[in-house]
């Protein structure tokens, strides 16, 4: 048996996620498994992005790099929102500098035959790179994560990645029960994935809607959120759910309702300003720019300090970026930045 400090399940990340005091945040970067890294190009030549994600070989390896190079306070499962649906079944790709390209867009009733329920028998590959590396990591947890339904019918609907999802609006408004019936489908599948990590080991999981932020309130709460909830719902009480999108000011509330320990924050939100629009009532992760790692190290620090201290205000706080590590990312930069967030224990005062 693990002693209790070696137990992933006492990790900082678990605890701070769940909402109790540590003394000090954990800290991990969306996107720390990736382009930012030499060791992983150099790994990833000559495989496409999809293969890699389905060889446990290349997966415990590219998940374990930026733990090893950074000390980050967990791992997140290297994989893409995109491979549950490829494993029933939908024909698919991950092009390089785009995105996820679907070759035939979901637009009628008949489509719903291409997105069967997923099992694990859809994915044995993904219990055993989980499997693998719960073993790597020791008492660092892992992440699982998942695409939220709203960002993977969008990808489904529009055919690729969007700027407007204009065809995706079109269809929650014009035929909402299809609409429904889809993103009942994607939250099965969502739902099913998250499972499948946490049954293998995984200690906390992160769903991702990327997309949400074009979303009003009112749509996001009539046509959406019931959805992510459905998907959440597959390992309640299981492992702290963090829920991430892009651009959602507006939304954080109603995000943490759809039934989360932790609201992930984009870092146009001021963690303070998202303290008090989620009533305190959860966990905030976040929120340092991305786009901020390029500027002089003092401005880096500062904003760090800045951010450590808004969130010892909130019922627990795990430091990440506000959105993912940028590609040209200086992976350098990130080692500074965890080893400063690691140097901010308790708060002085
Ligand atoms: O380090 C990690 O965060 C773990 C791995 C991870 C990837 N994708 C690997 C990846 C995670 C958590 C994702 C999630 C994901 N994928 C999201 C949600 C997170 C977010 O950024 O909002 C979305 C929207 C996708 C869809 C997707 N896949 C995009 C937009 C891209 C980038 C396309 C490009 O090349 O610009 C991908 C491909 C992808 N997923 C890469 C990686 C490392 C790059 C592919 C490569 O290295 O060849």
Redesign the pocket.
Known sequence: MPTRTDDPAQSRLVRAARGEKVDRPPVW???????SLPE??AL?EGT??LE??RRPDLVTE??LQ?VRRHRVDAA???????VPLQAVGVDLD???????VVAEPFRTRADLDRLPALTAEHVPDITESVQMLVRELGPTPLIG?S?APF?LAS?LVEGG?SRNHEHTKALMHGDPELWHDLCTRLAQIAGAYLRIQVDAGASAV?L?D??VGYLSRADYEAYVRPHSTQALEAVAGLVPRIH???GTGELLASMGEAGVECVGVDYRVNLLDALERTGGRYALQGNLDPALLFAPWPVIEQEVRRIVAEGRQAPGHVFNLG???L?STDPEVLTRVVELVHSLGEDPA
């Not at 970067?29 to 382009?35: I, P, S, V, Y």
């Not at 997140?76 to 995109?82: A, L």
């Open positions: 970067f969306m996107r720390q498994a990736g382009r992983y190009r990833r496409t992005m890699s994600c590219i998940t930026p997140i499962f290297f994989s893409d929102i995109v991950i092009v390089a500098g785009v995105g996820p994560f695409g960002t990808y990645p992160q991702f990327s997309w991430f999108g892009v959105h993912g590590v590609p």
